[in-house]
């Protein structure tokens, strides 16, 4: 079985010095459990602090929440690969829905971004969903499957080493989420295509993400197809973070 994965994204939020007191704080208060592996997606700002505080915590892995895809260059305001491996990090979110919906990022954008994230052996996390319009026109597995065409040409080895992230856009960061049991239709969905494309069934982990908080992460956890959270806002307190991430898995 493969672990849970509790990953944390704080967006604009925790600078270095506040990553440093939240990591005291978190790690005083959270020892390693063989089920699961809490990963972290600080600004790029805080992601050497983030990365150095964990070094003797394999269960604890730091990621970007962005990147470029080229490796160096005249783009005034981001990171390359090589740059953010450099603090520490071993994975990169792509594809949040801030990236897409804020920043215009496109799907074609989204996939040279993952094939640099693979190329340097960190975990993309790519992040998919659909908005509410597109759901209540029953477009949900449209748009998914249209987002996952990020990683068309990429080959078995290569998708086995991709999280996938469903984070239906209507549910970040408004209090409303998906029911278990839509969200698990959804997971179903991209674990099909996953292993469509050569993935190895047994190494495809899906998170879902959407207001996802204390009191509903082990109702969501319970469903078979969700192999893990991605948290904005309660993340960002010790407190309620520590809940989640000990929150009971079988
Ligand atoms: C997110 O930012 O990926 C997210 C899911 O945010 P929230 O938990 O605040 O909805």
């Known amino acids: 079985m493969t672990s849970t994965i509790f990953a944390a994204n704080w967006k604009m939020h925790l600078g270095p010095g506040e990553t440093r007191a939240f990591l005291d704080t978190f790690l005083s208060g959270y020892a390693a ?3 699961r592996e809490v ?6 700002v805080s992601l050497e602090t983030a990365a150095q505080r964990v070094t003797d915590r394999p269960d604890i ?3 970007a929440q962005n990147v470029h895809w080229e490796p160096k260059g005249a783009y005034t305001g981001e990171s390359s690969v090589g740059m953010v491996h ?6 990169v979110l792509v594809g949040h829905s801030e990236r897409r919906h804020v920043f215009g990022e496109t799907d074609e954008e989204t996939a040279r971004k993952v094939r640099a994230v693979l190329a340097t052996g960190m975990v993309p996390v790519l992040c998919v969903g659909e908005k509410l319009g597109e759901r209540e026109a029953d477009r949900t597995l449209e748009v998914v499957h249209r987002q996952l065409g990020a990683l068309e040409d990429i080959d078995g080895h290569g998708l086995d080493g991709i999280v996938i992230a469903y984070e239906p856009v209507w549910a970040i960061g408004t209090g409303a989420t998906a029911t278990p049991a839509d969200a698990a ?5 991209i674990r099909s295509w996953m292993t469509a494309h050569g993935a190895t069934a047994a190494a495809v982990r899906v998170l879902y993400g959407g207001s996802v908080k204390p009191g509903n992460a082990e109702e969501l956890l319970a469903e078979q197809e969700i192999d ?3 948290v904005g806002g309660a993340s960002l307190q010790p407190d309620s973070w520590t809940q989640i991430c000990t929150v009971p898995v079988d």
Do not use: I, Y
């Not at 450099?86 to 994975?91: K, L, M, V």
């Open 39 to 44: 990963w972290f997606f600080p600004p790029a």
């Open 33 to 35: 459990r063989p089920d």
């Open 61 to 63: 892995r730091v990621g």
């Open 185 to 189: 239709t959804v997971h179903a969905a």
């Open 86 to 91: 450099d603090t520490g990090s071993r994975a």
């Open 228 to 230: 893990g959270v991605l």
